[in-house]
């Protein structure tokens, strides 16, 4: 009889003892699947739109929200270069870069020898919109909170939390561009400044543009992907994002869904005179164009609804209050807080945090799974523990 009291004496101060443990465990699970930001993201996006609505390529506006972008970079401990390029015109813009070096990654030679190898992620989205003031109706209350201060959000949102990833082993360059109405004009000069050794090191080129005004999130893979030969190559970064999507659960918590453009089209979508399947990639181009151009893999984040049978029909929204313009948002004057904000509801909370925090979450944790050209320090390790 004593010895049965000790024992379940014992067994209830073990399970006294595991229980918090227990708890913390699944506790910090469940915030690690979190994609819980804040307003901060959101609040930019706001903030931006509201004090520089008319920021088209080369104005004052544009200039001035670059300038506000920066400091917002600078607020967050980082430094920031600034690019400036000149269109044929001899208009000025500027990017606004960040560099943050990772931890690295490592090969093998022939030998088994490990090798140190950088890999880069970039990280983009421009900030400046489509009009300048004087050139839409000031009743809609034109403010480019869509195309592309959303955008400019979420970069800023990764900027704020990247730090809190302790073995980032990826080099991550992030970059507001400026003048991406003219054609991607920011995008093209930074591209065009890569040395040959950054270029060939960058695993992917996440771009982030017009996230709110849409129906649905898109993800979608660059037009490198149509060739059958590299297909697989250049989406698995894509597959990575929904992967992360369904594994966090962020439908759950968030009511948060990346979708894939499956529409199924047969058309020429490169122009090489050779039908395509309109199937996860866009037609709407965006900064990530020279980045494709490069073959360098891209993963195209968007908000629209491409459920259609035609490309013709493809449009931003279904949503009754917003056909006006054919149902396009990005480019047009309903690209207004105010028409947004009223129309454009979730039964999550505020549309504009969930999409700018989710999308954030993505990118961060679709880094974490490391790169296709190198492994990580402790997969190398993993390798030599089992080898050995």
Known sequence: MRLTRKLTALILSLIIFVMPITSCSNEDEEEKLQADYGTYGADIARELSSLYPYRKAYSEQEAQAGAYIRYKFEEQGYDVSRQE???????????????????????????????????????????????????????????GISDNSSGIGCLLTIAAQIGNYDDLDFDVIL?????GND??????????????????????????????GGDKVYASAGYNSLLMSQKYQMRRKLYQAFDVTYDSLLYTQYGFSLYYNESGVITDLNGDSFADIYREVSANKSDYV?????NIPIVYFDSADYFFDNMEDMKDSKNLNLQEFGGMVRST????????????????????QI??????????????KGSDFAMTNQEFQALQNNNT
Request: net charge negative; aromatic share 12%.
């Open 85 to 143: 390029f000149t269109n044929i015109y001899g208009q000025t813009s500027s990017n606004y870069i960040v560099n943050i070096s990772g931890d690295g990654f490592l090969t093998v030679d022939e030998y088994g020898n490990p090798q140190d190898v950088r890999r880069t992620i970039v990280i983009g989205a421009h900030y400046d919109d489509s009009f300048s003031e004087g050139e839409v109706d000031p009743s809609y209350g034109y403010d």
């Open 175 to 179: 970059v507001a561009f400026g003048a």
């Open 183 to 212: 054609n991607y004009a920011g995008a093209r000069a930074f591209a065009a400044s890569l040395t040959d050794e950054v270029a060939s090191s960058i695993d992917c080129m996440y771009c982030i543009d017009s996230i709110y």
């Open 290 to 294: 020279p980045f494709d151009d490069m």
């Open 333 to 352: 004057p309903l690209d207004s807080s105010v028409i947004l904000d009223e129309f454009k509801v979730s039964d999550d909370g505020d549309l504009l």
């Open 355 to 368: 999409r700018i925090n989710c999308i954030a979450y993505v990118i961060l944790e679709s880094m974490m």
